[in-house]
């Protein structure tokens, strides 16, 4: 993963990570002063892992029409309303994400506003959703450290907003 020097102030740390062809956003600072910089700095990521082919950070690949995903790392569940704006953000500026992980130690549950969120992103875009029929289906990963860590209320909370939860391997 490689850091943006040119990527706006006041932003998490966001980078492109080619082994997984994902923006990784690192959410332990994020807040909603954040937001606005760090949809400049997902799109910034981006394009400097394909400056030729995707000059503008579009997920969708304009050429290859191949999808990077975003993934909130590091403290997610904790900003949950500014990981909601951001995705928000993403649509108003017609970038969006067709698939989204979220990193998590599946200590908190998801509140009402990520809840909301979570269900646009799942939605076709012909019923309110985000991503238009010709992308692939969204999809929204709750990606949890391990079993072990997680209460019983997280990942029924998890389960009922939608998505799929994942277990890290160990």
Known sequence: MTRQENAPKNRCDTG???RE???RIDCAQFSAEAVLPT???VCIAIASAD???NPYG???HPATQEETTLVFAR???MHQEAVAMLVTEMHASCNNPAHVVVETGAQVPVTPTLAAEV???LKPFAHGGYVREDRPAASWVWRCDSKESATEQVIAS???TGGTVEFAKG
């Open 21 to 23: 062809n994902a923006v």
């Open 119 to 121: 269900a646009a992103h």
């Open 16 to 18: 492109f990570d080619a």
């Open 75 to 77: 403290d997610a569940m």
């Open 158 to 160: 998890y389960i009922e």
């Open 39 to 41: 949809v400049e700095a």
């Open 58 to 60: 579009l997920f969708c």
């Open 51 to 53: 400056p030729d082919g």
